[in-house]
């Protein structure tokens, strides 16, 4: 079993940054995806971005040069660093991890961006 647990979460003005971090436990492979979803009220849960132990990485175009996707396997930690937050990223953050054709998830953490 994985367990995985968000932190970093908050509130926010347009134009500035938070860092989101998840720490991952259990059986970690070390070979494996990790990565952040989010979702808002009302919508789907949309990726946000990954990594793989390789360090490759994708983003969602909308937020692609504005939040970057970190990892370190030593610890079985990943990170998000969002910056120039707008409103329209308010939403409930979910880490995960996809290994062994399963993917886990965290419990999510909430972003909040006032205008």
């Known amino acids: 079993q994985v367990q995985l647990v968000e932190s970093g979460g908050g509130l926010v003005q347009a134009g500035g940054s938070l860092r989101l971090s998840c720490a991952a436990s259990?059986?970690?492979?070390?070979?494996?995806?990790m990565g952040w979803y989010r979702q808002a009220p009302g919508e789907q849960r949309d990726l946000v971005a990954r990594?793989?132990?390789?360090?490759?990485?994708n983003y969602a175009d909308s937020v692609k040069g504005r939040f970057t996707i970190s990892r370190d396997s030593a610890k079985n930690m990943v990170y998000l660093q969002m910056n120039m937050l707008k409103p329209e990223d308010t939403a409930v953050y979910y880490c995960?991890?996809?290994?062994?054709?399963?993917?886990?998830w965290g419990p999510g953490t909430q972003v909040t961006v006032s205008s």
């Open positions: 990594i793989t132990s390789g360090g490759y990485t």
């Open positions: 259990g059986s970690i492979f070390r070979s494996n995806t």
């Open positions: 995960y991890v996809d290994q062994s054709l399963r993917r886990y």
